[in-house]
């Protein structure tokens, strides 16, 4: 094999001899992906169709043992690294342009314990895979609530879901994981061994090193649960999302909802006379009995006159896959978010304002329910930063075709700098733009937590050798 080109870490081009790159992918049990590969294209491409990056090298690893190797190629001979898990992240952060990408999607074996209600999910598993291995003994533990998303970015960035309020966000259900370091050591990280390393990677994102596999507290769910659809008119959405909002003030931690503001697609889930009309959709989903609740639940059915009604008990893993289809691959994507202060009328008008003028009729604004098991938790016990935010505001540019781009981003970012002012700056991670203003962003977003993430950092990552992700420098005083 001839010498190949790679992008070093520092823009740079980085020659790797032809027999280095033999050696490598000769020791490889996995694959490894060249531009020349007739699946190259299908191997580099992520969710979002927004991102097309060309790297020069995708490692698939099926073990911990590629994955080592993988990671001392990339720092022995400073490449430009990228790791991938589901591949949903919106930044696109799993791929990289002329670099090297870890991919972890092989991996993706899950192994539940009943006994001790536990699960072990490999670190390229998607939420499905670990939902139905679950819900095989009855149980779960809280995930996000498209079921083809990677569990580790979700896990690593924190993780909201429809269990979140009753049993806290993902990170929040992490026992221990293996992660390989950018030493290119096997480290478990768990209350007992390296717990500085398991607060980090508790909402502190991929910048500690790579998670081979994630173990995971579950809990009894279902198997069916009682879900609550509805879409209200999209005249009457400020007076529902008032109603919601008083709901909310006393619901107990057994229900996490939400209140979207979007547009009815034309599609036969919907009745043909509300095709391309407004609605105010609230989402509920209520980790107990169904019958509980029903009960629990019937007053979000009923803040107006709704437009359809699609609430009923179901099982939990169609719960979970409800909104598998309204996020396909290749479409364009741009989100951000924000936790808010509160929910007052203000803020209402305002959502409700920007979700008049969205661009697309593919886009939201969500308001998330926060709080109950979320707010339980403090900063000794992960690096998550906004406990306390009651809501969280998800801004969800969504689109098809790439010369509508510039007006959808413009959307998203005009809605975030106007609804600013309600809320303290701190975003949620996984709904993270493209990483704009990075460094003011995270400071904000961790707050108190920061420096110990900072001192964390420059303990296993000193070089930053895991940057592409929503990236903690380390501190170079401290490196010296
Ligand atoms: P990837 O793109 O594969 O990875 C993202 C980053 O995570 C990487 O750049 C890397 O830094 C890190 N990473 C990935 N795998 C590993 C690993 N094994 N070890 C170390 N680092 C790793 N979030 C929620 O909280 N709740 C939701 O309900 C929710 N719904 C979503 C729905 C959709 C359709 C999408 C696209 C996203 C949703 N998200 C949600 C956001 C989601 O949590 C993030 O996009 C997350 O980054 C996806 O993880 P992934 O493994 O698929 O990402």
Same mark, same amino acid.
């Given at each position: 094999?001839?010498?190949?080109?790679?992008?070093?870490?520092?823009?740079?081009?980085?020659?790797?001899?032809?027999?280095?790159?033999?050696?490598?992918?000769?020791?490889?049990?996995?694959?490894?992906?060249?531009?020349? #590969?007739?699946?190259?294209?299908?191997?580099?491409?992520?969710?979002?169709?927004?991102? #097309?990056?060309?790297?020069?090298?995708?490692?698939?690893?099926?073990?911990?043992?590629?994955?080592?190797?993988?990671?001392?190629?990339?720092?022995?001979?400073?490449?430009?690294?990228?790791?991938?898990?589901?591949?949903?992240?919106?930044?696109?952060?799993?791929?990289?342009?002329?670099?090297?990408?870890?991919?972890?999607?092989?991996? #993706?074996?899950?192994?539940?314990?009943?006994?001790?209600?536990?699960?072990?999910?490999?670190?390229?598993?998607?939420?499905?895979?670990?939902?139905?291995?679950?819900?095989?003994?009855?149980?779960?533990?809280?995930?996000?609530?498209?079921?083809?998303?990677?569990?580790?970015?979700?896990?690593?960035?924190?993780?909201?879901?429809?269990?979140?309020?009753?049993?806290?966000?993902?990170?929040?259900?992490?026992?221990?994981?293996?992660?390989?370091?950018?030493?290119?050591?096997?480290?478990?990280?768990?209350?007992?061994?390296?717990?500085?390393?398991?607060?980090?990677?508790?909402?502190?994102?991929?910048?500690?090193?790579?998670?081979?596999?994630?173990?995971?507290?579950?809990?009894?769910?279902?198997?069916?649960?009682?879900?609550?659809?509805?879409?209200?008119?999209?005249?009457?959405?400020?007076?529902?999302?008032?109603?919601?909002?008083?709901?909310?003030?006393?619901?107990?931690?057994?229900?996490?909802?939400?209140?979207?503001?979007?547009?009815?697609?034309?599609?036969?889930?919907?009745?043909?006379?509300?095709?391309?009309?407004?609605?105010?959709?609230?989402?509920?989903?209520?980790?107990?009995?169904?019958?509980?609740?029903?009960?629990?639940?019937?007053?979000?059915?009923?803040?107006?006159?709704?437009?359809?009604?699609?609430?009923?008990?179901?099982?939990?893993?169609?719960?979970?896959?409800?909104?598998?289809?309204?996020?396909?691959?290749?479409?364009?994507?741009?989100?951000?978010?924000?936790?808010?202060?509160?929910?007052?009328?203000?803020?209402?008008?305002?959502?409700?304002?920007?979700?008049?003028?969205?661009?697309?009729?593919?886009?939201?604004?969500?308001?998330?329910?926060?709080?109950?098991?979320?707010?339980?938790?403090?900063?000794?016990?992960?690096?998550?930063?906004?406990?306390?935010?009651?809501?969280?505001?998800?801004?969800?540019?969504?689109?098809?075709?790439?010369?509508?781009?510039?007006?959808?981003?413009?959307?998203?970012?005009?809605?975030?700098?106007?609804?600013?002012?309600?809320?303290?700056?701190?975003?949620?991670?996984?709904?993270?733009?493209?990483?704009?203003?990075?460094?003011?962003?995270?400071?904000?977003?961790?707050?108190?937590?920061?420096?110990?993430?900072?001192?964390?950092?420059?303990?296993?990552?000193?070089?930053?050798?895991?940057?592409?992700?929503?990236?903690?420098?380390?501190?170079?005083?401290?490196?010296?």
């Amino acid at each position: 094999m001839s010498e190949l080109e790679i992008r070093g870490r520092e823009n740079g081009t980085v020659v790797l001899p032809g027999r280095t790159v033999e050696a490598f992918e000769g020791n490889l049990s996995g694959r490894l992906v060249h531009r020349s #590969d007739d699946d190259y294209d299908e191997q580099r491409a992520v969710w979002n169709g927004m991102i #097309d990056k060309k790297p020069a090298l995708i490692v698939r690893c099926v073990n911990a043992d590629d994955v080592v190797a993988s990671v001392k190629l990339a720092r022995e001979n400073e490449l430009l690294l990228a790791v991938r898990g589901g591949g949903h992240n919106v930044a696109g952060t799993a791929v990289c342009d002329g670099g090297l990408v870890i991919d972890l999607s092989l991996m #993706d074996e899950v192994a539940v314990d009943p006994e001790t209600r536990t699960a072990r999910a490999q670190g390229g598993a998607i939420i499905a895979d670990l939902d139905a291995a679950s819900q095989a003994y009855g149980l779960a533990t809280p995930m996000g609530v498209v079921s083809d998303t990677g569990v580790a970015g979700l896990t690593l960035g924190g993780g909201i879901g429809w269990l979140r309020r009753k049993y806290g966000l993902s990170c929040d259900n992490l026992i221990s994981a293996d992660i390989v370091t950018a030493d290119g050591r096997i480290l478990k990280a768990s209350e007992t061994e390296n717990p500085d390393l398991l607060w980090g990677i508790r909402g502190g994102g991929g910048n500690f090193g790579i998670v081979t596999s994630f173990e995971y507290q579950l809990h009894p769910i279902g198997p069916d649960v009682m879900f609550v659809f509805v879409l209200y008119h999209g005249s009457r959405r400020r007076e529902a999302m008032r109603a919601y909002r008083d709901y909310c003030a006393t619901a107990p931690d057994e229900v996490s909802s939400w209140a979207i503001s979007g547009t009815v697609p034309a599609t036969e889930d919907f009745p043909e006379e509300i095709h391309g009309e407004r609605y105010l959709n609230i989402g509920a989903c209520y980790a107990g009995s169904v019958e509980e609740g029903q009960r629990v639940m019937e007053p979000l059915r009923e803040l107006e006159e709704p437009m359809v009604d699609f609430s009923a008990p179901m099982p939990y893993v169609d719960v979970q896959m409800f909104l598998d289809e309204d996020y396909p691959d290749g479409f364009h994507y741009y989100w951000k978010s924000l936790y808010l202060e509160s929910l007052d009328d203000e803020v209402i008008d305002s959502v409700v304002t920007w979700a008049e003028r969205r661009p697309s009729l593919l886009s939201t604004v969500d308001v998330w329910h926060m709080g109950g098991a979320i707010s339980r938790y403090g900063a000794e016990d992960s690096a998550v930063g906004n406990r306390e935010a009651p809501y969280l505001l998800g801004i969800e540019a969504n689109w098809e075709r790439s010369e509508d781009d510039d007006a959808n981003v413009a959307w998203a970012r005009q809605c975030f700098a106007d609804l600013r002012e309600f809320s303290d700056g701190s975003q949620y991670l996984n709904f993270p733009g493209f990483y704009e203003g990075e460094d003011e962003a995270m400071r904000t977003t961790f707050g108190n937590q920061y420096e110990r993430l900072v001192a964390l950092k420059t303990k296993y990552d000193p070089t930053n050798l895991f940057h592409l992700n929503q990236n903690i420098k380390p501190d170079e005083k401290l490196n010296r």
